[in-house]
């Protein structure tokens, strides 16, 4: 009960004028942003990033949840008027909610998609205020062998899950990330790593930079790439936005188990809201009574997919901040920020600012709030956002990839960085690889670099500590199966050994 | 291209790649000068994450050289022209105009270059390039200006 009372005095101190005020810009930014196809969550709390390093810490962390909230909503917009998700994380919502918008009910689809959202955040949120603080405290026994196996969990099953076609592509797009991690003085022994003489490489690879490249001019190179811009949205002819009570009743098993599948698939590192909200969306398919309406504008179906991608956003924040691990690739981008802003995510949060996480909770009901206000409100408006053409919107995308990048630490170095992420990123992309294993690699390779040679160091070079040692043991058995299932020789001898026993039992 | 052909030239780049790291891991200095232990030598993970690389380079390229030829297709649904246009405009802004001229000025060409590029109508009547014209040099003096503004004022960023 007390993470509950923490919560709702965090909230208190939260509602005032200039902080609503922040929260209210900032969620509708985010929003726009979202719904603009081309433009990600992840690109937007990066930029956002760079725009608020100037701000009070709690303003700027409260300005950067907003936007992540709200850009996960706004993909909703975009995907249920044109059948084209303006975020990753909408794709599940496209398959209802455009027939929806087909039948000329757009208005009503977006209502239903407000209210699973904020039901899908609620959710998220109480699990963030109960689960945080003893996970914090479990951590707090972690060593360095556990840290290391941790790091390369994280790499694992975040390549193992988001890879497009095969896990090979996202394992190798995490050791590309582990790489960049690599370059510049190295946390033990201060020694200089692939510098190449040059004095900015010695800084090594700022991660905005990195991010802003990889999810900024990525994203616009593979928008007029791809699209000729012009987009055509869906006439609206609904009677009623705001959802039916008996529509949000009826689904309330639904909404449930979607928040909590949603904020599980938050809590594996670098798996984001895209598989959250496909893993909610099978999930409620499988169990559904109406079954066959899915695919052809079935409420439920639209209810389980937004619930599913915004419960993801507080799941993703519990090992963020607990274990300084990312749940998805916009949480990376708020760990740099929470560093830029002076708190320090890990296990020694809950000692050095207790109060933090009920705070981050507040901060997310109020963006909360705020997305259901304008969610509901704002409908038709939102329509007229989505009809400004790719030539005017890309290149301001730009400058501000440019200028944001350079003003984090006023360095020309750090434009090139992200010019050269954006086209490698880009051919990545093309290639299927996926990009949240690589940010997820550059955000882990320090602590997996440090772990591993501090752990050899306090065994002395012994090995078997990092196998023997419960939570290690744990995660490597973990590693090992996600990996080993990959193989399809293991996978039929595993069903050859299951079929087996089945026999035996019959 | 198809995906198959594409893998196994990202195999061998990845493949050079990877020992290259564990080349570079292995004759990094192993700071004895220093005694530390053997264990923390900086080069180790380097190492490791080379030889993995080219590990899953091989494997990239064995699972690229089962794949069929009418396999997936990669770099197939855009169009080229856009794509050049776009890299080689931010590519100018981003490594040549910013630094070399005022950043007011390289933004305001940029933005007003870009948007007339791409909102260009070659059959239009000449009014309406005109006013296309118009509007991408209002919007970019609009993003210079706004843009100035807000990071040398607000966030007292000195420009590039």
């Known amino acids: ?506 | 291209m198809t995906m198959s052909l594409a893998d196994r030239l990202t195999a061998i780049v990845l493949g050079a790649l990877g020992l290259s790291m564990a080349v570079g891991g292995y004759t990094m200095d192993r700071l004895e000068i220093r005694q530390i232990h053997p264990a923390s030598i900086p080069g180790l993970v380097p190492m490791i994450l080379g030889a993995l690389l080219a590990l899953c380079a091989g494997l990239l390229w064995r699972e690229a050289a089962r794949a069929r030829e009418e396999d997936a297709q990669t770099f197939h649904d855009g169009s080229w022209l856009r794509l050049a246009v776009t890299a080689g405009l931010c590519l100018v802004y981003a490594l040549v105009l910013v630094g070399w001229l005022p950043f007011f000025w390289s933004t305001a060409i940029f933005t007003a270059a870009f948007s007339a590029i791409f909102s260009w109508q070659a059959e239009a009547s000449t009014f309406v390039r005109a006013r296309s014209l118009a509007v991408s040099a209002i919007l970019g003096g609009a993003v210079a200006l706004g843009t100035s503004a807000l990071f040398a004022e607000v966030f007292l960023v000195r420009l590039p």
């Open chain 1, 1 to 506: 009960m007390s993470a509950l009372t923490d919560l709702a005095a965090a909230f208190a101190l939260l509602l005032t004028p200039m902080m609503l005020f922040h929260a209210a810009w900032s969620t509708l930014l985010g929003i726009i942003i979202g719904s603009l196809p081309g433009l990600t969550a992840t690109m937007g709390v990066a930029l956002m990033t760079t725009l608020t390093y100037s701000l009070d810490s709690t303003s700027a962390i409260l300005v950067l949840l907003c936007m992540y909230v709200g850009a996960i909503y706004g993909g909703s917009r975009s995907a249920i008027l044109l059948n084209i998700p303006g975020t990753p994380a909408s794709a599940a919502t496209a398959l209802d909610g455009y027939p929806l918008a087909k039948a000329g009910r757009a208005g009503y689809a977006m209502g239903l998609a407000t209210v699973g959202s904020m039901i899908g955040t609620l959710v998220g949120i109480l699990l963030l205020v109960l689960i945080a603080p003893p996970l914090a405290e479990a951590a707090l026994n972690f060593g360095s062998f556990e840290f290391f196996w941790l790091a390369v969990f994280g790499i694992v099953i975040s390549g193992q899950l988001t890879a497009d076609t095969t896990p090979l592509k996202g394992y190798i797009a995490g050791i590309l990330g582990l790489m960049v991690a690599m370059v510049g003085s190295e946390g033990i022994h201060a020694h200089v790593r692939f510098s190449f003489g040059s004095s900015d490489l010695a800084g090594g690879i700022g991660l905005i930079p990195a991010m802003v490249g990889a999810f900024g001019f990525a994203e616009i190179l593979n928008a007029m790439w791809g699209r000729a811009g012009i987009l055509a949205t869906a006439k609206d002819k609904s009677d009623r936005i705001l959802p039916t009570l008996s529509d949000v009743w009826r689904y309330k098993v639904t909404s449930i188990r979607s928040g909590i599948i949603g904020t599980l698939v938050g809590i594996i590192p670098g798996v984001g809201e895209d598989i959250g909200a496909w893993a909610s969306y099978v999930a409620a398919r499988r169990t559904s009574k109406e079954a066959d309406r899915y695919g052809k504008g079935s409420h439920e179906g639209l209810t389980a997919a937004e619930t599913g991608n915004s419960a993801v956003v507080p799941g993703s924040l519990i090992p963020a901040i607990t274990l300084a691990v990312p749940g998805s690739a916009s949480s990376a981008v708020l760990i740099a920020a929470l560093f830029i802003h002076g708190i320090r995510p890990g296990p020694l949060i809950m000692i050095e600012q207790p109060q933090f996480v009920s705070q981050v909770g507040a901060m997310l009901i109020l963006a909360t709030l705020f997305m259901g206000l304008y969610g509901l409100s704002l409908t038709r408006a939102f329509v007229q956002v989505l009809r400004v053409p790719y030539a005017n919107l890309m290149p301001i995308v730009f400058v501000l990839c440019v200028i944001g990048t350079y003003a984090l630490s006023q360095r020309i170095f750090d434009i090139w960085v992200m010019v050269a992420f954006g086209l490698v990123g880009f051919v990545l992309r093309q290639m299927k690889y996926p990009m949240a294993p690589l940010v997820l690699g550059i955000i882990l390779g320090d602590l997996l670099d440090k772990s591993l040679r501090r752990g050899l160091t306090l065994s002395d070079g012994d090995l078997v500590p990092f196998f023997t040692r419960p939570v290690s043991l744990v995660f490597v058995v973990i590693i090992a199966l996600s990996i080993l299932a990959n193989f399809a020789s293991v996978r039929r001898w595993v069903t050859g050994i299951l079929a087996r026993a089945e026999k035996r039992d019959a």
